[in-house]
């Protein structure tokens, strides 16, 4: 079992279902349901203070898939995607009920500890967002701090940096402010200092919208290089993207409280990508994809 509670050394590796691997590559032929999911959510409901944001969402992510989570603005997406590893935690008034588990353990149970669990779970933002340090350091920095046992640092900055298809372009540079990179190549940086604290699951919040139609390809690309060692959860609005990337697809949207008007976000449908995209069950994602809708 993977131990979610110490905050420096974590068993991180391969869990037992890892021959469990899944590359059919958003093709039919996947399960129609998860099996031995990594994660779970059951009965998600998240709140802002008085504000029921997210209504009772229930999901499973499986092992060495991309999951892709669409709908329209203000449906919960981003929401939903901070409760996977914790994020939620850090947003004032921001309350999670339900349960959210990661190899069966329940993420919120009261001794797990929040840091442990971004280890496991880690997270790439919208915007690229470098520290303001060197290549190197960017990549060294959440190992040195999580107290990581690392037999050659350098070793593991190439490993991490070659693993986000990057090494090339900076290899010659390590030692130069991250700043200085493209925001293409910033974004990878982001991913390459996910993926050197060695986490299960990545996820994703809308990592290509602020980047260029050349860099947002080199993000899918590598995407489907790291699907081989990762889970990976992406939120994001570009439907072509999710039909492009993504092997499940779970589409959103957001119903209007009667009373106060408040847009609360719901799970409308959740299939494989091809049967959300070719064939869907609710009229809602027809719509939406359809572009009738949002
Ligand atoms: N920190 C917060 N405090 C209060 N309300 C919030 C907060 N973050 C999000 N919300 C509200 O929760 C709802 C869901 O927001 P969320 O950002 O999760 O939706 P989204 O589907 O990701 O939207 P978008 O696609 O525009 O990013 C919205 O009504 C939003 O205004």
């Not at 919040?205 to 602020?210: A, G, I, L, Q």
Request: glycine content about 6%.
């Amino acid at each position: 079992m993977t131990n979610l509670r110490a905050s420096s050394h974590f068993p991180v590796g391969a869990p037992a279902d890892s021959a469990h691997r899944f590359h059919a590559g958003n093709g039919s032929e996947l399960p129609e349901v998860p099996p031995l999911p990594v994660m779970r959510v059951d009965n998600l409901n998240v709140y802002y203070n008085d504000f029921h944001a997210v209504y009772d969402v229930n999901l499973a992510f499986g092992r060495h898939e991309i999951t892709a989570m669409i709908g329209p603005s203000g449906c919960g997406k981003s929401t939903v995607l901070r409760c996977l590893n914790r994020m939620n935690d850090l947003v004032p008034g921001a309350r999670v009920e339900g349960e959210v588990t990661y190899h069966d353990q329940d993420i919120y149970a009261a001794k797990v500890d929040p840091i442990a669990v971004r280890q496991h779970i880690g997270m790439v933002f919208q915007k690229p967002n470098p520290f303001p340090k060197s290549i190197y350091d960017n990549i060294a920095y959440g190992p040195r701090v999580t107290g990581m046992k690392v037999e050659s640092m350098d070793d593991l900055v190439e490993e991490s940096l070659r693993s986000a298809a990057l090494w090339d372009e900076v290899k010659d540079k390590l030692k130069q402010s991250a700043f200085g990179l493209s925001g293409g190549q910033q974004q990878r940086l982001c991913i390459a200092r996910t993926i050197a604290t060695k986490p299960d699951v990545i996820l994703m919040d809308e990592p290509c919208s602020s980047l260029d139609p050349i860099a947002t390809s080199k993000i899918e690309d590598l995407m489907q290089q790291l699907r081989s060692d990762y889970t990976i959860i992406i939120v994001t609005h570009n439907m072509q993207q999710a039909a492009r990337v993504s092997d499940r697809t779970a589409f959103f949207t957001a119903r209007p409280d009667e009373t106060t008007g408040n847009r609360t976000g719901l799970l409308v449908e959740f299939d494989r990508t091809t049967v959300i995209f070719e064939n869907p069950t609710d009229p809602r994602t027809n719509d939406y994809i359809t572009g009738r809708f949002g």
